[in-house]
Protein backbone atom coordinates (compact mmCIF):
# COMPACT_ATOMS: atom_id res chain seq x y z
CA UNK A 1 0.00 0.00 0.00
CA UNK A 2 1.63 3.45 -0.80
CA UNK A 3 2.16 5.68 1.98
CA UNK A 4 -0.55 8.29 2.38
CA UNK A 5 0.16 12.25 2.62
CA UNK A 6 -1.09 14.25 6.04
CA UNK A 7 -3.04 17.00 4.39
CA UNK A 8 -2.76 19.98 6.81
CA UNK A 9 -6.04 21.26 8.84
CA UNK A 10 -7.06 24.74 7.48
CA UNK A 11 -6.63 27.08 10.59
CA UNK A 12 -10.21 27.63 12.17
CA UNK A 13 -12.01 30.14 10.55
CA UNK A 14 -10.58 29.89 7.17
CA UNK A 15 -12.89 29.87 3.56
CA UNK A 16 -12.41 27.60 1.29
CA UNK A 17 -11.15 29.46 -1.82
CA UNK A 18 -14.05 28.13 -4.17
CA UNK A 19 -16.40 29.37 -1.18
CA UNK A 20 -14.80 32.69 -1.21
CA UNK A 21 -14.79 33.32 -4.87
CA UNK A 22 -18.46 33.46 -4.92
CA UNK A 23 -19.82 36.40 -1.63
CA UNK A 24 -16.98 38.39 -3.16
CA UNK A 25 -18.85 38.02 -6.84
CA UNK A 26 -22.26 38.58 -5.19
CA UNK A 27 -20.83 41.43 -3.18
CA UNK A 28 -19.64 43.66 -6.13
CA UNK A 29 -22.87 42.60 -8.54
CA UNK A 30 -25.18 44.04 -5.18
CA UNK A 31 -22.55 46.84 -4.07
CA UNK A 32 -22.25 48.65 -7.40
CA UNK A 33 -26.14 48.74 -8.44
CA UNK A 34 -26.41 50.14 -4.68
CA UNK A 35 -24.23 53.02 -5.05
CA UNK A 36 -26.01 53.83 -8.16
CA UNK A 37 -28.77 54.16 -6.34
CA UNK A 38 -27.10 56.06 -3.44
CA UNK A 39 -25.95 58.72 -6.04
CA UNK A 40 -29.27 58.72 -7.97
CA UNK A 41 -31.27 59.30 -5.17
CA UNK A 42 -28.67 61.91 -3.68
CA UNK A 43 -28.18 63.78 -7.46
CA UNK A 44 -31.78 63.03 -8.93
CA UNK A 45 -34.23 62.39 -5.88
CA UNK A 46 -37.27 63.13 -8.10
CA UNK A 47 -36.09 61.01 -11.01
CA UNK A 48 -33.94 62.14 -13.83
CA UNK A 49 -35.91 65.77 -15.39
CA UNK A 50 -33.55 67.42 -17.76
CA UNK A 51 -32.30 65.62 -21.05
CA UNK A 52 -29.01 65.20 -19.53
CA UNK A 53 -29.88 63.63 -16.65
CA UNK A 54 -31.86 61.22 -18.52
CA UNK A 55 -29.18 60.18 -20.74
CA UNK A 56 -26.61 60.18 -18.39
CA UNK A 57 -29.27 58.22 -15.70
CA UNK A 58 -29.86 55.66 -18.77
CA UNK A 59 -25.85 55.43 -19.43
CA UNK A 60 -24.73 54.79 -16.09
CA UNK A 61 -27.77 52.44 -15.25
CA UNK A 62 -26.44 50.52 -18.49
CA UNK A 63 -22.77 50.57 -17.66
CA UNK A 64 -23.58 49.66 -13.87
CA UNK A 65 -25.74 46.33 -15.44
CA UNK A 66 -22.29 45.59 -17.43
CA UNK A 67 -20.10 45.30 -14.27
CA UNK A 68 -22.68 43.55 -12.31
CA UNK A 69 -23.45 41.09 -14.78
CA UNK A 70 -20.14 40.10 -15.29
CA UNK A 71 -19.08 39.81 -11.74
CA UNK A 72 -22.16 37.44 -10.65
CA UNK A 73 -21.81 35.50 -13.85
CA UNK A 74 -25.73 34.61 -12.90
CA UNK A 75 -28.89 35.39 -14.31
CA UNK A 76 -30.23 36.22 -10.66
CA UNK A 77 -28.25 39.56 -10.92
CA UNK A 78 -31.20 40.47 -12.84
CA UNK A 79 -33.16 40.12 -9.85
CA UNK A 80 -31.13 41.04 -6.76
CA UNK A 81 -29.07 44.43 -8.96
CA UNK A 82 -32.48 46.14 -9.60
CA UNK A 83 -33.74 45.41 -5.78
CA UNK A 84 -30.16 46.45 -4.88
CA UNK A 85 -30.58 49.64 -7.01
CA UNK A 86 -34.32 50.49 -5.79
CA UNK A 87 -33.62 50.02 -1.65
CA UNK A 88 -30.50 52.70 -1.78
CA UNK A 89 -32.20 55.18 -3.82
CA UNK A 90 -35.27 55.03 -1.51
CA UNK A 91 -32.72 55.51 1.38
CA UNK A 92 -30.96 58.00 -0.01
CA UNK A 93 -34.11 60.04 -1.04
CA UNK A 94 -36.01 59.68 2.68
CA UNK A 95 -35.25 63.45 2.98
CA UNK A 96 -37.42 64.23 -0.06
CA UNK A 97 -41.01 64.73 0.11
CA UNK A 98 -43.27 65.00 -2.07
CA UNK A 99 -45.91 62.75 -4.02
CA UNK A 100 -43.82 61.85 -6.47
CA UNK A 101 -41.42 60.34 -3.97
CA UNK A 102 -43.44 59.61 -0.88
CA UNK A 103 -45.58 56.55 0.18
CA UNK A 104 -46.89 54.72 -2.86
CA UNK A 105 -50.79 55.11 -3.25
CA UNK A 106 -52.02 53.65 -6.44
CA UNK A 107 -55.31 53.22 -5.51
CA UNK A 108 -56.55 56.81 -6.00
CA UNK A 109 -55.96 58.80 -9.37
CA UNK A 110 -53.81 61.21 -8.16
CA UNK A 111 -51.27 58.15 -6.83
CA UNK A 112 -51.04 56.53 -9.97
CA UNK A 113 -50.23 60.03 -11.59
CA UNK A 114 -47.57 60.59 -8.49
CA UNK A 115 -46.39 56.75 -8.80
CA UNK A 116 -46.00 56.70 -12.66
CA UNK A 117 -44.80 60.52 -13.39
CA UNK A 118 -41.96 59.72 -10.40
CA UNK A 119 -41.25 56.18 -9.72
CA UNK A 120 -42.49 54.82 -13.28
CA UNK A 121 -40.32 57.04 -15.33
CA UNK A 122 -37.22 56.35 -13.25
CA UNK A 123 -37.25 52.85 -13.17
CA UNK A 124 -38.05 52.89 -17.19
CA UNK A 125 -34.79 54.95 -17.20
CA UNK A 126 -32.36 53.38 -14.81
CA UNK A 127 -33.92 49.71 -13.67
CA UNK A 128 -34.94 48.86 -17.68
CA UNK A 129 -31.00 49.59 -18.79
CA UNK A 130 -29.70 48.46 -15.84
CA UNK A 131 -31.07 44.94 -16.36
CA UNK A 132 -29.91 44.89 -20.14
CA UNK A 133 -26.29 45.44 -18.91
CA UNK A 134 -26.72 42.50 -16.05
CA UNK A 135 -28.19 40.68 -18.85
CA UNK A 136 -25.10 41.38 -21.14
CA UNK A 137 -22.43 41.22 -18.58
CA UNK A 138 -23.60 37.60 -17.07
CA UNK A 139 -23.51 36.03 -21.11
CA UNK A 140 -20.24 38.01 -22.11
CA UNK A 141 -18.37 36.47 -18.48
CA UNK A 142 -20.27 33.14 -18.97
CA UNK A 143 -19.04 33.14 -22.93
CA UNK A 144 -15.49 34.16 -21.64
CA UNK A 145 -15.02 31.72 -18.61
CA UNK A 146 -16.12 28.74 -21.13
CA UNK A 147 -19.11 28.11 -19.10
CA UNK A 148 -21.68 29.15 -21.79
CA UNK A 149 -25.54 26.74 -20.96
CA UNK A 150 -25.73 24.08 -23.65
CA UNK A 151 -29.58 24.18 -24.44
CA UNK A 152 -30.35 20.95 -25.40
CA UNK A 153 -33.85 19.40 -26.90
CA UNK A 154 -36.55 22.06 -28.54
CA UNK A 155 -37.64 23.79 -25.59
CA UNK A 156 -34.01 24.52 -24.50
CA UNK A 157 -33.67 26.09 -28.03
CA UNK A 158 -36.72 27.99 -27.95
CA UNK A 159 -35.69 29.08 -24.44
CA UNK A 160 -32.17 30.21 -25.62
CA UNK A 161 -34.25 32.56 -28.81
CA UNK A 162 -36.66 33.41 -26.80
CA UNK A 163 -33.91 35.22 -23.99
CA UNK A 164 -31.89 36.57 -27.21
CA UNK A 165 -34.95 37.82 -28.55
CA UNK A 166 -36.04 39.58 -25.45
CA UNK A 167 -32.79 40.93 -24.98
CA UNK A 168 -32.70 42.72 -28.41
CA UNK A 169 -35.89 44.08 -27.98
CA UNK A 170 -35.42 45.84 -24.84
CA UNK A 171 -31.63 47.26 -26.59
CA UNK A 172 -33.96 48.63 -29.53
CA UNK A 173 -36.90 50.08 -27.23
CA UNK A 174 -34.48 51.39 -24.89
CA UNK A 175 -32.13 53.35 -27.98
CA UNK A 176 -35.29 54.77 -29.26
CA UNK A 177 -35.76 55.58 -25.98
CA UNK A 178 -32.89 57.65 -25.74
CA UNK A 179 -32.99 59.08 -29.34
CA UNK A 180 -36.68 60.55 -28.04
CA UNK A 181 -35.05 62.26 -24.78
CA UNK A 182 -32.12 63.78 -26.78
CA UNK A 183 -35.18 65.61 -28.90
CA UNK A 184 -34.61 69.07 -28.01
CA UNK A 185 -37.61 71.47 -27.09
CA UNK A 186 -38.55 74.12 -29.42
CA UNK A 187 -40.89 77.03 -30.73
CA UNK A 188 -41.68 77.10 -34.28
CA UNK A 189 -40.46 80.66 -35.70
CA UNK A 190 -42.71 83.38 -36.65
CA UNK A 191 -42.95 83.81 -40.23
CA UNK A 192 -44.47 86.39 -42.78
CA UNK A 193 -46.64 85.37 -45.45
CA UNK A 194 -44.19 84.77 -47.68
CA UNK A 195 -42.97 81.53 -45.68
CA UNK A 196 -39.46 83.78 -44.31
CA UNK A 197 -39.23 84.40 -41.00
CA UNK A 198 -41.30 87.72 -40.06
CA UNK A 199 -38.76 90.99 -39.36
CA UNK A 200 -39.00 92.53 -35.79
CA UNK A 201 -40.52 89.17 -34.65
CA UNK A 202 -39.31 86.71 -31.44
CA UNK A 203 -40.25 83.41 -30.99
CA UNK A 204 -37.16 81.55 -27.91
CA UNK A 205 -37.09 79.56 -25.51
CA UNK A 206 -34.79 80.65 -22.63
CA UNK A 207 -34.55 80.64 -18.92
CA UNK A 208 -33.80 83.42 -16.13
CA UNK A 209 -32.18 83.45 -12.83
CA UNK A 210 -35.11 84.46 -10.38
CA UNK A 211 -34.25 84.35 -7.11
CA UNK A 212 -31.58 81.93 -7.26
CA UNK A 213 -33.32 79.82 -9.54
CA UNK A 214 -33.13 79.35 -13.46
CA UNK A 215 -37.13 79.16 -14.40
CA UNK A 216 -38.18 79.01 -18.26
CA UNK A 217 -39.59 81.33 -20.39
CA UNK A 218 -41.34 81.44 -23.71
CA UNK A 219 -41.38 84.67 -25.41
CA UNK A 220 -43.55 85.49 -28.70
CA UNK A 221 -44.67 88.30 -30.62
CA UNK A 222 -44.65 89.62 -34.14
CA UNK A 223 -43.06 92.44 -33.48
CA UNK A 224 -41.08 93.24 -29.96
CA UNK A 225 -42.48 97.04 -30.14
CA UNK A 226 -45.37 95.72 -29.11
CA UNK A 227 -46.91 96.00 -25.92
CA UNK A 228 -46.17 93.15 -23.37
CA UNK A 229 -48.56 90.14 -22.14
CA UNK A 230 -46.92 87.98 -18.95
CA UNK A 231 -49.36 85.21 -18.35
CA UNK A 232 -49.08 83.10 -14.77
CA UNK A 233 -50.37 79.78 -15.03
CA UNK A 234 -52.79 78.17 -12.63
CA UNK A 235 -52.55 75.09 -10.56
CA UNK A 236 -50.42 75.46 -8.36
CA UNK A 237 -47.93 73.73 -10.46
CA UNK A 238 -49.65 74.30 -13.72
CA UNK A 239 -47.52 74.69 -17.06
CA UNK A 240 -49.12 76.04 -19.74
CA UNK A 241 -46.67 76.73 -22.72
CA UNK A 242 -48.50 74.56 -25.12
CA UNK A 243 -51.91 76.25 -24.56
CA UNK A 244 -50.70 79.66 -24.77
CA UNK A 245 -49.50 78.75 -28.52
CA UNK A 246 -51.67 76.13 -29.68
CA UNK A 247 -54.77 78.58 -28.70
CA UNK A 248 -53.57 81.57 -28.44
CA UNK A 249 -51.42 82.04 -31.40
CA UNK A 250 -53.37 85.30 -32.41
CA UNK A 251 -52.38 87.77 -29.51
CA UNK A 252 -48.71 87.42 -30.39
CA UNK A 253 -50.10 89.80 -33.53
CA UNK A 254 -50.79 92.21 -31.04
CA UNK A 255 -48.20 92.01 -27.50
CA UNK A 256 -45.34 90.40 -27.38
CA UNK A 257 -46.27 87.33 -24.94
CA UNK A 258 -44.51 85.79 -22.41
CA UNK A 259 -45.09 82.79 -20.44
CA UNK A 260 -43.65 81.98 -17.20
CA UNK A 261 -43.14 78.36 -15.98
CA UNK A 262 -43.49 79.05 -12.50
CA UNK A 263 -40.75 77.15 -10.29
CA UNK A 264 -41.51 73.53 -10.11
CA UNK A 265 -43.59 73.13 -13.06
CA UNK A 266 -43.38 72.12 -16.67
CA UNK A 267 -39.81 73.04 -17.70
CA UNK A 268 -39.02 74.48 -14.35
CA UNK A 269 -39.40 71.33 -12.41
CA UNK A 270 -35.36 70.82 -12.20
CA UNK A 271 -35.90 74.10 -9.97
CA UNK A 272 -38.16 72.73 -7.03
CA UNK A 273 -35.60 71.66 -4.75
CA UNK A 274 -35.23 72.51 -2.10
CA UNK A 275 -39.12 72.17 -1.82
CA UNK A 276 -38.85 73.77 1.36
CA UNK A 277 -38.08 77.08 0.01
CA UNK A 278 -41.05 77.17 -1.92
CA UNK A 279 -43.53 79.85 -1.09
CA UNK A 280 -46.09 81.62 -2.48
CA UNK A 281 -44.08 84.85 -1.31
CA UNK A 282 -41.50 83.89 -3.44
CA UNK A 283 -43.74 83.17 -6.74
CA UNK A 284 -45.01 87.04 -6.73
CA UNK A 285 -41.06 87.88 -6.22
CA UNK A 286 -40.52 85.39 -9.44
CA UNK A 287 -43.17 87.63 -11.61
CA UNK A 288 -41.87 91.11 -9.94
CA UNK A 289 -38.14 90.13 -10.81
CA UNK A 290 -39.01 88.69 -14.26
CA UNK A 291 -41.01 91.70 -15.02
CA UNK A 292 -38.11 94.23 -14.04
CA UNK A 293 -35.55 92.04 -16.66
CA UNK A 294 -38.23 92.30 -19.34
CA UNK A 295 -38.78 96.38 -18.98
CA UNK A 296 -34.61 96.53 -19.12
CA UNK A 297 -34.98 94.43 -22.08
CA UNK A 298 -37.74 95.80 -24.43
CA UNK A 299 -37.96 99.22 -22.70
CA UNK A 300 -40.18 99.07 -20.68
CA UNK A 301 -43.36 99.15 -22.91
CA UNK A 302 -46.71 98.31 -21.34
CA UNK A 303 -46.99 95.90 -19.56
CA UNK A 304 -50.36 93.79 -18.90
CA UNK A 305 -50.02 90.76 -16.57
CA UNK A 306 -53.00 87.92 -16.81
CA UNK A 307 -53.04 85.29 -14.10
CA UNK A 308 -55.37 82.43 -14.20
CA UNK A 309 -56.67 80.44 -11.04
CA UNK A 310 -53.93 79.77 -8.92
CA UNK A 311 -51.58 82.49 -11.03
CA UNK A 312 -54.47 85.29 -10.56
CA UNK A 313 -53.96 85.05 -6.91
CA UNK A 314 -50.16 85.44 -8.16
CA UNK A 315 -50.71 88.21 -10.81
CA UNK A 316 -53.30 90.34 -7.68
CA UNK A 317 -50.65 90.27 -5.38
CA UNK A 318 -47.83 91.13 -7.66
CA UNK A 319 -49.99 94.28 -9.13
CA UNK A 320 -50.77 95.32 -5.40
CA UNK A 321 -47.17 95.54 -4.45
CA UNK A 322 -45.66 97.26 -7.62
CA UNK A 323 -48.62 98.75 -10.00
CA UNK A 324 -46.03 101.05 -11.29
CA UNK A 325 -45.11 98.38 -13.34
CA UNK A 326 -48.12 97.40 -15.20
CA UNK A 327 -50.62 98.74 -17.25
CA UNK A 328 -53.94 96.62 -16.29
CA UNK A 329 -54.46 93.49 -13.88
CA UNK A 330 -56.36 90.60 -16.19
CA UNK A 331 -57.91 87.92 -13.86
CA UNK A 332 -59.12 84.74 -15.66
CA UNK A 333 -61.25 82.21 -14.12
CA UNK A 334 -60.21 84.69 -10.76
CA UNK A 335 -59.63 83.14 -7.24
CA UNK A 336 -60.43 84.69 -4.09
CA UNK A 337 -60.40 83.03 -1.34
CA UNK A 338 -58.71 79.23 -2.38
CA UNK A 339 -60.45 78.25 1.48
CA UNK A 340 -63.92 79.34 1.20
CA UNK A 341 -63.78 78.14 -3.01
CA UNK A 342 -63.11 74.38 -2.00
CA UNK A 343 -65.77 74.69 0.94
CA UNK A 344 -68.27 75.54 -1.61
CA UNK A 345 -67.37 73.04 -4.22
CA UNK A 346 -67.33 70.07 -1.39
CA UNK A 347 -70.53 71.20 -0.54
CA UNK A 348 -71.70 70.86 -3.83
CA UNK A 349 -70.13 67.46 -4.94
CA UNK A 350 -71.45 65.85 -1.65
CA UNK A 351 -75.44 67.43 -2.84
CA UNK A 352 -74.67 65.98 -6.59
CA UNK A 353 -73.63 62.74 -4.87
CA UNK A 354 -76.61 62.43 -2.99
CA UNK A 355 -79.04 63.64 -5.82
CA UNK A 356 -77.26 60.94 -8.30
CA UNK A 357 -77.36 58.00 -5.81
CA UNK A 358 -73.27 58.29 -5.69
CA UNK A 359 -73.14 56.42 -2.27
CA UNK A 360 -69.64 55.70 -2.67
CA UNK A 361 -68.44 59.46 -2.86
CA UNK A 362 -71.13 60.27 -0.38
CA UNK A 363 -68.93 58.21 2.27
CA UNK A 364 -65.70 59.33 0.86
CA UNK A 365 -66.76 62.96 1.46
CA UNK A 366 -68.37 62.90 4.53
CA UNK A 367 -65.11 60.50 5.65
CA UNK A 368 -62.97 63.36 5.16
CA UNK A 369 -65.05 66.23 5.96
CA UNK A 370 -64.64 69.84 4.79
CA UNK A 371 -61.39 70.71 3.60
CA UNK A 372 -58.72 72.14 4.00
CA UNK A 373 -56.69 68.60 4.23
CA UNK A 374 -53.51 67.87 4.91
CA UNK A 375 -53.12 65.37 2.24
CA UNK A 376 -53.77 66.01 -1.39
CA UNK A 377 -55.16 62.91 -1.97
CA UNK A 378 -58.37 64.11 -0.10
CA UNK A 379 -58.62 66.67 -3.06
CA UNK A 380 -59.03 64.52 -5.40
CA UNK A 381 -63.06 63.51 -4.74
CA UNK A 382 -63.88 66.96 -5.76
CA UNK A 383 -61.90 67.78 -8.46
CA UNK A 384 -62.49 64.52 -10.29
CA UNK A 385 -65.99 65.71 -10.97
CA UNK A 386 -66.42 69.24 -10.41
CA UNK A 387 -66.34 69.83 -14.22
CA UNK A 388 -67.78 66.65 -15.60
CA UNK A 389 -70.98 65.82 -12.99
CA UNK A 390 -71.10 68.84 -10.52
CA UNK A 391 -70.99 71.38 -13.01
CA UNK A 392 -71.12 70.35 -16.43
CA UNK A 393 -71.25 71.74 -19.67
CA UNK A 394 -70.92 71.52 -23.12
CA UNK A 395 -67.03 71.61 -24.50
CA UNK A 396 -68.10 71.36 -28.05
CA UNK A 397 -68.26 74.95 -29.53
CA UNK A 398 -64.74 75.70 -27.64
CA UNK A 399 -60.80 75.92 -28.81
CA UNK A 400 -59.74 73.90 -25.64
CA UNK A 401 -62.35 70.55 -24.68
CA UNK A 402 -63.40 68.80 -22.01
CA UNK A 403 -59.21 67.49 -21.76
CA UNK A 404 -58.11 71.51 -21.17
CA UNK A 405 -54.56 71.27 -19.64
CA UNK A 406 -54.20 67.89 -20.22
CA UNK A 407 -54.30 68.48 -23.98
CA UNK A 408 -51.41 71.02 -24.42
CA UNK A 409 -48.80 68.52 -22.82
CA UNK A 410 -47.28 67.27 -25.99
CA UNK A 411 -46.12 69.94 -27.82
CA UNK A 412 -42.65 70.50 -29.59
CA UNK A 413 -42.03 73.36 -26.60
CA UNK A 414 -41.32 70.31 -24.25
CA UNK A 415 -38.69 67.66 -23.75
CA UNK A 416 -39.99 64.10 -23.99
CA UNK A 417 -38.68 64.14 -20.08
CA UNK A 418 -40.37 67.25 -19.48
CA UNK A 419 -43.94 65.61 -21.12
CA UNK A 420 -43.65 62.85 -18.69
CA UNK A 421 -43.02 64.84 -15.31
CA UNK A 422 -45.56 67.80 -15.94
CA UNK A 423 -48.35 66.16 -14.09
CA UNK A 424 -46.37 65.06 -11.02
CA UNK A 425 -44.49 68.40 -11.27
CA UNK A 426 -48.73 69.53 -10.24
CA UNK A 427 -48.87 67.31 -7.67
CA UNK A 428 -45.09 68.01 -6.27
CA UNK A 429 -45.95 71.93 -5.94
CA UNK A 430 -49.51 72.09 -5.38
CA UNK A 431 -48.79 69.50 -2.16
CA UNK A 432 -46.38 72.28 -0.54
CA UNK A 433 -47.82 75.92 -2.24
CA UNK A 434 -52.11 75.70 -1.44
CA UNK A 435 -51.16 74.44 1.67
CA UNK A 436 -49.78 78.53 2.08
CA UNK A 437 -53.11 80.03 0.35
CA UNK A 438 -55.83 78.77 3.04
CA UNK A 439 -55.49 82.31 4.81
CA UNK A 440 -55.62 84.50 1.60
CA UNK A 441 -58.40 86.14 0.90
CA UNK A 442 -58.82 89.23 -1.25
CA UNK A 443 -61.92 90.96 -0.14
CA UNK A 444 -60.05 91.54 2.85
CA UNK A 445 -56.19 91.25 2.03
CA UNK A 446 -56.61 93.47 -1.64
CA UNK A 447 -59.95 95.81 -1.25
CA UNK A 448 -57.39 98.07 -3.27
CA UNK A 449 -55.64 98.15 -6.55
CA UNK A 450 -53.82 101.06 -7.77
CA UNK A 451 -54.35 100.10 -11.99
CA UNK A 452 -56.75 98.99 -13.94
CA UNK A 453 -58.65 95.21 -13.39
CA UNK A 454 -60.39 93.31 -15.66
CA UNK A 455 -61.81 89.82 -14.92
CA UNK A 456 -62.73 87.54 -17.28
CA UNK A 457 -65.18 84.97 -16.52
CA UNK A 458 -66.41 81.59 -17.63
CA UNK A 459 -70.49 81.70 -17.76
CA UNK A 460 -70.24 77.69 -16.07
CA UNK A 461 -67.42 78.84 -14.36
CA UNK A 462 -67.90 76.78 -10.56
CA UNK A 463 -70.03 78.57 -8.20
CA UNK A 464 -67.07 78.12 -5.49
CA UNK A 465 -64.87 80.64 -7.29
CA UNK A 466 -67.81 82.84 -9.25
CA UNK A 467 -69.17 83.99 -5.67
CA UNK A 468 -66.28 84.96 -4.09
CA UNK A 469 -64.80 86.66 -7.07
CA UNK A 470 -67.93 88.91 -7.67
CA UNK A 471 -67.88 89.75 -4.04
CA UNK A 472 -64.57 90.78 -4.14
CA UNK A 473 -65.21 92.94 -7.64
CA UNK A 474 -67.70 94.93 -6.08
CA UNK A 475 -65.79 95.66 -3.46
CA UNK A 476 -62.92 96.52 -5.04
CA UNK A 477 -61.53 99.92 -5.65
CA UNK A 478 -59.36 100.33 -8.81
CA UNK A 479 -58.99 103.27 -11.67
CA UNK A 480 -61.21 101.25 -13.73
CA UNK A 481 -62.80 97.92 -13.46
CA UNK A 482 -64.86 95.75 -16.08
CA UNK A 483 -65.86 92.16 -16.01
CA UNK A 484 -66.34 90.20 -19.19
CA UNK A 485 -68.85 87.17 -19.24
CA UNK A 486 -67.44 84.06 -21.40
CA UNK A 487 -70.73 82.59 -22.60
CA UNK A 488 -69.23 79.37 -23.69
CA UNK A 489 -66.59 78.85 -21.45
CA UNK A 490 -65.70 77.59 -18.05
CA UNK A 491 -62.93 77.84 -15.73
CA UNK A 492 -60.16 78.37 -18.95
CA UNK A 493 -62.09 80.89 -20.95
CA UNK A 494 -58.53 82.09 -22.31
CA UNK A 495 -57.91 78.95 -24.10
CA UNK A 496 -61.78 77.96 -24.77
CA UNK A 497 -62.54 81.16 -26.25
CA UNK A 498 -59.21 82.54 -27.39
CA UNK A 499 -61.09 84.78 -29.89
CA UNK A 500 -63.19 86.39 -27.76
CA UNK A 501 -60.26 86.82 -25.26
CA UNK A 502 -58.16 88.40 -27.74
CA UNK A 503 -60.76 90.84 -28.87
CA UNK A 504 -61.18 92.13 -24.91
CA UNK A 505 -57.08 92.20 -24.58
CA UNK A 506 -57.10 94.04 -28.11
CA UNK A 507 -59.82 97.34 -26.41
CA UNK A 508 -58.40 96.66 -23.39
CA UNK A 509 -55.15 97.87 -24.93
CA UNK A 510 -56.56 100.52 -27.47
CA UNK A 511 -58.27 101.91 -24.17
CA UNK A 512 -54.73 102.33 -22.04
Not at 78 to 106: S, Y
Not at 266 to 283: C, I, N, Q, V
Not at 376 to 383: K, N, R, V
Amino acid sequence: MPPTTALAAPPPGAIPARTARIPLRVVIAVALPALFGVLSGLITPRGPITTGEGLATMALALVTGLLAGSAARNRWALLFAPLAFVIALELARLPVTGPTVDAIRVSTQFGFIAFATGRGVHGLLAIAPLMLGVALGAAYAKRRSGSTPQYRGLAGRIWAYFRRTMTVVLAILLAALAVGIARPASTDPIIDANGALKSGSIAELTTVHLDGKDLAVMTRGHDTDNPLLLYIAGGPGGSELGAMRRHLATLEEDFTVVTLDQRGTGKSYSALDPASTLTFDGAVRDVIELTELLHERFGAPPTYLVGQSYGSLVGVRAAQQRPDLFAAYIGVGQMVSPAETDQIIYEDTLSWARAAGRQEVVEHLSAIGYPPYHRISDYETATTYETSDVYPYDHSPNSEGAGQFSENIFVSEYTLLEQLHILGAVLDVFSIIYPQLQEVDFRTDAPTLDIPVYLMQGRFEARGRTEPAHEWFDLLNAPHKEMVLFDTSGHRPLFEQPGVFREALARIAAES
